[in-house]
């Protein structure tokens, strides 16, 4: 799936089934979101359109890039720090309104100019030097 996402002519090249490992993603996706479905209907007991309107995907899409997606726990590092945002703000006095969106939008922003694969980035980029001054040490 990664060399289909890199570059798909030369994933076919190598003999890669792009058409079946597609197919299977969105199999597996597909189920995903279904299951998310059938539990946020147990829980809610009523889904409505409402339910899943233009900002709720503006959130989702919001907490991807923020987290990133190029690893699988991106997405839920930024649900997290964009749920518990709200929270630091009003321990440090920043009462909800236009005040809170402007500080997601800030976040935002920093994160799409110094982080372009999202916050997870962070952790891929100190593995290799810790990894490096683990070596050293040894030698």
Known sequence: LVSIREDETAAACLGVDITYYKVVALTIGAMMAGFAGAMYAHLNYLITPRDFGFFIAVDL???????????????????ALLTALPEIL?????AAGPIRLAVNGVILLLVILFLP????????RWRPAAAKAGRAERT
Do not use: H, K, M, Q
């Open 61 to 79: 899409l919001v907490y991807n890039i923020v987290g990133g997606t190029r690893v699988w726990y991106g997405p839920i590092l930024g649900a």
């Open 90 to 94: 009003r321990g440090v006095g920043v």
């Open 117 to 124: 694969n999202g916050l997870a980035s962070l952790f891929t």
